[in-house]
């Protein structure tokens, strides 16, 4: 048998099977043409766009600025000034998305105080979707630290779900870069931006500590935990960089639980004997005259904290708090 | 009548061959190329996305000690152990790392402990590598809690209601219970036990400049060691305070060791004026040796003994302080005999 005779095909079958092909490739390239996308994926479309945090404080009233209340328990204090600034209405309207940011920067069990009192957590989600009749309410945190064993040994996690609320962990995704206009620090900077995306409102809620490196850790400096990144290196300048998050992040209403204080060994603690009562809540709409006012339950004058003078020049609110003519009442 | 089955060449097997091959070869490219991608292309900082990479349980701890082995009878290890370096320390402890980072540290290894039956009974073993004796006892000391007891038997330690603290050679070690019940405190006393003897490689844990502070009106476990910025000076550098009793009143003295006497005599004069520029004021020494300053009402003392910067900080009463720098210098002059 010859070469010739192994290779050798009918006319038609010949023409079949070559148009077969032929149909095969164009089906193929027509469908790669088709699927093709030129575009690289959004996700990396959306992060390379900067960001602007939205500002969602709300407009000032005289005299309804600040509450201070006397109290052995942060959840009722709580709610009593609330009411004292015009009641929770006043800061959430039917229908809004909340986003609740506490202090879960640990996983350290909530007897110790180093995050937001997983109670008062709980209280102000359920007025906000009880009686400010918000669609949904949002509790996030960014902990550097694995953040879902930070809300499940801080107790907020379950707190918060029981409560009605729901939890957002951070993912890589979620972070957005933003600049701070003016700002020396927070240039293009990563922040935890998804939670604020489609929020209507922002509650800050922060326990009063210590802090080894800033003095003290308040509702400006609760903030930090939205940032991203490699935030560690603002430890270095970290007067700037609260005095800029409070330019950047424009709160509905801030709490500052300072029923439980932490006087020394802050921010981290670790032993009860860290712990002072104080049986002080302070509720505002101007977070640096908030914590001008807290400064003083660790025994602290404004100018022992240079970031509240920093932030009052930068227009975020006042270190001269009796000037807001605060409430002051107490609750059982 | 239908052909006749051919059988294929050889070069129609290797082409054949090669176009199977083809497909194959593209998975493998485009499962390569997943696994490489550099996502910054698409505007994604590497910040961002390494940071899962870095939370601390998903760094399993690989530290000699077997932190699981350390749990107590009824407890059992809560999660993985955790480790720590320089770099991400502040994943852990956040606000508190320069603390550390700033006193020599080496590496931060941890385990938490929970009770089998109850698992709101937890604890957290920290252990800190602070690289040398001098270290781990400088963040121990600034640390130490005042409302707390000695724990006996051990090198440096204390209790508090919920934790147990200590400091054994190069380590820093912190025992955090989650409450005061004395079941969690007696699995945070095991574990205590049983860290010591595990930690082989801590070296020796005195601390031989505790031996200069006399004993006499000493209060007890007051020591402090500032590695740097004693007093809010920053070249007040290795300095050792203690508190002592006078009657009622209450006197800080320190030391600093210098490398000789001129270097010592420099840093006082150094010190002394830093405490004027900030709003001190000079008042008539009773030893001309000693410099006497007023600040806001209370008195600093500086003085010079051999290669020694000691002093008195701010005391309330000068007789009480002169009683207590007297001691303090006799000791330094045995001390340089």
């Known amino acids: 048998m010859t070469k010739k005779d192994k290779i050798k095909l009918p006319r038609r079958q010949f023409l079949a099977r070559t148009v077969k092909a032929g149909l095969s490739i164009v089906a193929a390239s027509a469908l790669a043409k088709l699927m093709y996308n030129s575009k690289p994926p959004s996700v990396a479309a959306d992060i390379s766009e900067m960001v602007k945090v939205p500002d969602f404080s709300v407009a000032a009233r005289a005299s309804q600025q600040i509450s201070i209340i006397k109290g052995p328990d942060p959840a009722q204090s709580s709610l009593k000034a609330i009411d004292l600034l015009g009641g929770i209405e006043r800061f959430v309207k039917p229908g809004d998305i909340v986003v609740i940011k506490p202090n879960v920067a640990f996983a350290s069990p909530p007897a110790l105080g180093a995050t937001t009192n997983p109670a008062l957590v709980a209280q102000i989600v359920r007025l906000c979707l009880d009686r400010g009749k918000a669609k949904k309410v949002i509790v996030t945190d960014n902990p550097i630290n694995n953040p879902e064993s930070c809300f499940l040994i801080s107790g907020i996690g379950k707190a918060a779900s029981a409560a009605g609320a729901e939890l957002l962990l951070p993912r890589p995704a979620y972070f957005r870069n933003t600049s701070l206009q003016g700002g020396k620090l927070i240039n293009d900077w990563p922040i935890y931006f998804e939670a604020m995306r489609k929020a209507d409102r922002l509650i800050g809620i922060a326990p009063l500590k210590d802090h080894h490196r800033s003095g003290a850790s308040m509702t400006m400096k609760n903030f930090y935990g939205l940032l991203g990144g490699r935030r560690n290196i603002f430890h270095q300048n970290i007067n700037t960089i609260i005095a800029e998050l409070a330019m950047l992040f424009r709160p509905t209403l801030v709490i500052l639980d300072g029923t439980t204080v932490m006087k020394t060994n802050g921010p981290t603690g670790g032993s009860t004997s860290d712990l002072k009562r104080a049986d002080t809540l302070i509720a505002g709409t101007d977070p640096v005259a908030v914590d001008s006012f807290g400064a003083t339950l660790l025994d602290l004058k404004t100018s022992d904290l240079p970031y509240l003078s920093l932030a009052a020049e930068a227009g975020a609110g006042s270190t001269d708090y009796m000037l807001l003519k605060p409430i002051f009442a107490s609750v059982s | 009548m239908s ?67 350390l749990a107590p009878q009824g407890f059992k290890p809560f999660g993985h152990g955790e480790s720590y370096d320089e770099e991400t320390l502040y994943e852990k402890i956040n606000g508190k790392a320069p603390l550390y980072t700033e006193s020599g540290f080496v590496k931060l290894s941890t385990q938490r402990y929970v009770s089998e039956k109850n698992d709101e009974l937890t604890f957290e073993l920290y252990i800190y590598n602070m690289g040398s004796a001098a270290n781990a006892f400088s963040v121990y000391s600034i640390q130490r809690r005042a409302e707390s007891s000695p724990a006996d038997g051990m090198p440096f330690a204390y209790r508090t209601e919920n934790a147990l603290y200590l400091a054994d050679g190069r380590y820093y070690c912190e025992l955090i219970g989650s409450s005061d019940s004395p079941l969690l405190l007696d699995a945070v006393d095991f574990t205590a036990t049983a860290l010591i003897e595990n930690l082989k490689d801590a070296g020796p844990a005195e601390i031989p400049q505790l031996a200069i502070f006399p004993s006499q009106n000493l209060i007890p476990n007051t020591f402090i060691l500032y590695l740097n910025g004693a007093f809010g000076f920053a070249g007040l550098t290795n300095t050792f305070s203690a508190k002592y009793k006078v009657n009622d009143e209450t006197v800080t003295a320190f030391i600093s060791k210098q490398p000789d006497p001129a270097a010592a005599k420099e840093l006082a004069d150094q010190y002394a004026e830093f405490v004027i520029v900030n709003g001190g004021e000079k008042i008539a020494p009773s030893d001309p040796a000693v410099k006497y300053i007023d600040f806001y009402g209370s008195l600093e003392i500086v003085s010079v003994e051999d290669s020694f910067v000691l002093g008195i900080h ?19 002059a045995k001390e340089n005999q």
Not at chain 2, 6 to 21: D, G, N
Not at chain 2, 314 to 332: H, V
């Open chain 2, 3 to 69: 052909p006749a089955r051919h059988q294929p060449t050889r070069l129609e097997s290797i082409v054949a061959i090669a176009l199977t091959a083809i497909p194959v070869i593209i998975l493998v490219l485009i499962f390569t190329a997943h696994k490489t991608t550099d996502i910054s292309r698409f505007g994604i900082q590497s910040s961002i996305t390494e940071k899962p990479q870095s939370w601390g349980l998903l760094t399993e701890d690989k530290s000699a000690i077997d932190l699981a082995g």
């Open chain 2, 314 to 332: 701010q005391a309330d009463d000068r007789m009480a302080a002169d009683i207590i720098l007297a001691l303090i210098r006799n000791s330094l």
